[in-house]
């Protein structure tokens, strides 16, 4: 089967609050590319938001890859911050099923 996109999530954070992703998240999935824009970011999965200190560091440009069946209730517990007070954070979730490499 060949990889398809199926769904996509834009969200921001303001200022230098943390909070999980919103939008909705497709029933299944297999893989998702995370891009961070605008301004660097921490991140983490769980259901513990980060800080300005804890959490995965990632600046705009950067992209993550989650490949394999069991990123579904990882990427559902996916919370991030912005680390730039007075201005906002994005990112761009892209939800894809097909080839899974886990």
Not at 22 to 37: C, H, K
Request: proline residues 5%.
């Amino acid at each position: 089967m060949p990889v398809q996109q199926t769904s996509h999530i834009d969200d921001t954070k303001t200022d230098d609050t943390a909070g999980s992703v919103s939008g909705t998240f497709p029933t299944t999935f297999t893989q998702a590319l995370v891009t961070f824009e605008d301004n660097s970011c921490r991140w983490r999965s769980g259901g513990t938001d980060p800080t300005a200190v804890i959490g995965t560091r990632q600046d705009p440009g950067d992209k993550v890859f989650f490949g394999g069946n069991d990123y579904a209730d990882f990427m559902r517990g996916f919370s991030y911050i912005n680390l730039t007070p007075g201005s906002n954070a994005s990112v761009q979730i892209a939800f894809l099923t097909g080839f899974d490499r886990a």
